[in-house]
């Protein structure tokens, strides 16, 4: 992989500056302002290179500004040091430090070291999940960077709000916030800053799969922060993800190798736990499974003694799938299980750990079990698909009224005080309202949740398939891709609810159900349609792969143990698919696949007809 030319204009303008200062302290010979000023400078540069001595040295200036009653040395030492910290992944010493700093910058009339101490203080906030009180510190220091004309904490501003859109899920509002960040560290000829935005459009990338696109922007970065070796060592981390997704594995473990390597040198232990995670997740790929089981245990154990419980939940989660895949499926059931006691704050971990039960279950043959965790697995997972496209419709309406409060304030500045003072009360009825309008969210959420969801197999229902599958149709037809929907009908079902009773019909429903599930994408939209009926929609399917996917289907209905359920009992089902996109619109697509359908029952049933 070509990573283009380097250059070593950044690290040599750094090691030049941190020489420079440090001649220039060796030359002092009072302990005086001008000694405590060239300390807290030396401290800041060393804060990303070598932020051990830089705390240090941050320190020393602290104790001397006391002594000379410096109140700006004590309130720009405190600074210093919670910048260290936040390199070393010490957030909640990061957190201590702003807050002593803040009151002090207030007290000097500081507006630039405020902001810088702000900034902080909402990083520590988002990095321990007190994501309102960050995101509330991150838009007041937009405002306020604006006002002051400060392009450096402007962009620091824009690209940690970019961070938090991306953690909701609001992937293109973080895209169009990385790329300000970008172009506004680009006005203030910050080449650091640069760097990082296009690390996080990475990562972005990454989160929707584009791979490729994020192996561009990372190799743009690495010339702009190679010398910061927290930021280098997060470059070649987020390589190795890059070339797992493109399953070149040998070039994924080393690039997983060299950033363990360089995280473990700058003593981080955030980046190490992810680095050890991501280094397991290439080894399990690689079938190293006893090496990948180490390196999920060690990532467990640093997660515990930091207090790191996301990555410990993950890591926890990681370690159960493993061992399910070696066969050790009681181990496997015993290590999933302890996900649920870790309270874990993501819901995508919880889901996944109860996909990995269902099928450890399954495998033991302990089908009621497997099937209650299935049962949960699409319930939490529906959730989150709809809180996810919740979160990016607000974080849009966010933004709007971000733009359109600028613009209003704007306004506001040319008028008098009594305009202010107006301002100030539309302010107040704004929160007001915003407080009604997530109290009416969440209502409408839950109503919707039990308005799109199946109850007894948990899939979608009828209502919101035909919602969905327009969408998809339309969209097919705009940009000229395949898709695919499939019907299917269970042969002789009545004779099951007759001969055996309601209740086993019901538990053929939900396997049949868990069955399909688990043998297609996170893309298919599956729902019940109705009774016995079930309706597969397949976007970006060939017919070829499709028919594919419905043989397999009709296959493992067809030869699953049904007798466990009841003895005697047999399921078939006859399938009807069509991939034929020239119709009216859906429902004649639709109504294709249902005469294709008849067709199967015609012939003898337990078939695919397309």
């Known amino acids: 992989m070509q990573q283009g030319k380097t250059t070593n204009s950044p690290m040599d303008e750094t090691t030049k500056e941190i020489r420079q200062l440090r001649e220039k302290l060796a030359q002092l010979e009072n302990r005086d302002t001008v000694y405590i000023d060239t300390s807290i400078a030396l401290a800041r540069l060393l804060s990303r290179t070598d932020p051990h001595e830089g705390i240090a040295i941050a320190q020393r200036a602290m104790a001397l500004s ?345 306004l506001l500045r040319q008028k008098n005080a009594e305009l202010a003072e107006a301002n100030r009360k539309l302010k107040e009825l704004t929160e007001i309202q915003k407080r009604l309008d997530a109290q009416k969210s969440q209502l409408v959420r839950q109503l919707e949740s039990y308005a799109h969801t199946d109850a007894l197999t948990g899939l979608f229902n009828r209502r919101y398939l035909n919602k969905r599958f327009a969408l998809e149709f339309r969209q097919a037809r705009e940009k000229s891709l395949p898709l695919c929907v499939l019907i299917g009908d269970l042969d002789g079902f009545k004779q099951v609810n007759d001969r055996y009773s309601h209740e086993t019909g019901d538990t053929v429903l939900a396997e049949v159900s868990r069955i399909i599930s688990s043998n297609i994408r996170e893309k298919d939209i599956l729902s019940r349609y109705g009774g016995e009926e079930f309706v597969l929609v397949m976007p970006e399917t060939t017919m070829e792969d499709a028919a594919h996917i419905s043989r397999r289907l009709n296959r493992l209905i067809e030869e699953h143990d049904w007798e466990s359920i009841r003895p005697g009992l047999k399921v078939t089902i006859s399938l009807g698919l069509s991939c034929n996109t020239d119709t009216s619109d859906h429902e004649a697509m639709l109504a294709l696949a249902d005469e294709k359908l008849y067709t199967a029952k015609a012939q003898g049933k337990n078939r695919l007809c397309y």
Request: net charge negative; with cysteine; glycine share 6%.
């Open 66 to 410: 006391r002594s000379l009653k410096y109140r700006e040395g004590i309130a720009r030492s405190h600074a210093a040091v919670g910048h260290a910290h936040i390199s070393l992944s010490n957030y909640e010493l990061a957190r201590k430090a702003a807050e002593e700093a803040i009151p002090l910058f207030e007290e000097l009339q500081d507006d630039h070291g405020l902001l810088d101490a702000r900034n902080l203080l909402g990083i520590s906030y988002n990095t321990s999940g007190m994501f309102d009180k960050a995101l509330d510190i991150f838009l007041q220091n937009a405002e306020m960077a604006r006002d002051l004309d400060d392009g450096i904490m402007l962009g620091k501003a824009l690209n940690n709000a970019a961070c938090m859109m991306q953690g909701q899920g609001n992937y293109s509002g973080a895209l169009e916030y990385y790329l300000k960040t970008y172009h506004t560290a680009q006005e203030c000829g910050n080449d650091q800053d640069k760097g990082v935005a296009l690390i996080n459009i990475a990562v972005t990338q990454i989160e929707l799969g584009n791979h490729e696109e994020a192996l561009g922007y990372l190799i743009k970065s690495l010339n702009k922060v190679r010398h910061v070796p927290e930021m280098h060592a997060r470059v070649m981390h987020n390589f190795s993800r890059c070339h797992m997704g493109l399953n070149n594995l040998p070039k994924a473990l080393e690039f997983a190798e060299q950033s363990l390597e360089m995280f473990e040198a700058i003593q981080n232990p955030h980046g190490i736990i992810e680095a050890v995670s991501n280094l397991g997740e290439v080894l399990a790929l690689m079938d190293e499974h006893q090496k990948a089981e180490a390196c999920f245990l060690r990532a467990i154990t640093l997660a515990r003694s930091k207090n790191e419980n996301t990555n410990l939940v993950h890591n926890q989660m990681l370690l159960g799938r493993l061992h399910r895949q070696m066969g050790k499926v009681n181990l496997a059931i015993s290590e999933l299980e302890k996900v649920f006691s870790l309270r874990p704050n993501y819901k995508t971990v919880t889901y996944q750990a109860h996909l990995e039960l269902s099928l450890a279950h399954e495998s033991k043959g302990n089908y009621q079990q497997a099937l209650e965790h299935h049962k949960q697995y699409m319930k939490i997972k529906n959730q989150v698909l709809t809180q996810q496209a919740e979160q990016r419709m607000e974080s849009m309406r966010a933004s709007f009224q971000l733009e359109q409060a600028e613009r209003e304030t704007e």
